[in-house]
């Protein structure tokens, strides 16, 4: 229990900005981090949820409550899952050979391919936002981040990851066949629990894991391998996706 309460702490300080009590970093919890992802997608869920309510009390203007809205997740992860965006857009896009993919993963720079699909991605989640008609279920935005982090976090510990991926080594050769378990039986619960609670809006569980799952086969088949990268690539899509399905149904 120490150890899985020293890798959410981990997780918490490297996936979210979110201030925490305990600064620790234990080499040896590192593989249970993608253990307490879905965990922390919860946390972020309650703060999203709780950002809106707050939005509603006061009486927020829609398009400044749609851009808080729009703007919670990038921030409030420190805008890392959209520096995976970024990356991997400019590589999967450059229909380059492997090589040259993966080496523009690499590369520091932001190419054109990035900055257009990322106005795009955030024009549509602030026009998401925008047309909420006031009637859906605000619980939901507590499922969506969950979901996202429950399906990334199985798929980088299943799947090969690249060469250069933090998740390949010896990282890769403490992964435990619990942990696949465990991670699978978090995501049917975390399912299950939205339509049981949410009703019909737990369909934004399915939109966010078809979301991922499509931008990280995309990702994945053009680079050859899993990473942090292109996790963060397919989340961000991912939770567009949850947002539509939140307004839409």
């Known amino acids: ?5 020293s890798a959410f702490m981990m997780s918490m300080t ?23 992802l879905p965990f922390v997608g919860t946390v972020i869920g309650a703060l999203w949820t709780l950002t809106a309510f707050i939005a509603d009390a006061i009486g927020l203007p829609v398009f ?4 808080l809205l729009c703007a919670f997740p990038f921030v409030i992860t420190g805008g890392m899952h959209m520096d995976g965006f970024l990356d991997v857009t400019d590589a999967v896009r450059s229909w ?9 993963l690499k590369d520091p720079h932001v190419g054109s391919f990035a900055v257009i699909d990322t106005i795009l991605l955030i024009m549509v989640q602030f026009a998401a936002f925008c047309s909420l008609r006031g009637t859906e279920n605000i619980f939901t935005l507590m499922l969506i981040p969950t979901v996202s982090r429950c399906i990334a976090a199985f798929c980088v510990t299943v799947l ?5 991926s933090e998740y390949s ?7 435990k066949r619990s942990h696949v378990i465990f991670l699978a039986a978090v995501m049917a619960v975390t ?14 569980a399915l939109a ?17 391998g899993m990473s942090g990268d292109i996790s963060g690539y397919a989340l961000t899509f991912a939770e567009l996706c949850g947002i539509i399905a939140y307004v839409v149904i």
């Open 1 to 5: 229990m120490k150890r899985f309460f």
């Open 14 to 36: 490297m996936f979210s900005v979110i201030p925490c009590p305990f600064h620790m970093w234990d080499e040896e919890s590192r593989p249970l981090m993608t253990l307490c």
């Open 64 to 67: 400044l409550k749609a851009a």
């Open 96 to 104: 380059r050979d492997v090589e040259e993919r993966r080496r523009i």
């Open 160 to 164: 090969p990851p690249l060469s250069t």
């Open 169 to 175: 080594g010896s990282y890769r050769e403490r992964v």
């Open 191 to 204: 399912a299950v629990l939205g339509f049981v609670f949410l009703g019909r809006s737990g369909y934004a």
């Open 208 to 224: 966010v894991a078809a979301g991922y799952l499509l931008y990280m086969y995309r990702a994945y088949r053009s680079l050859g």
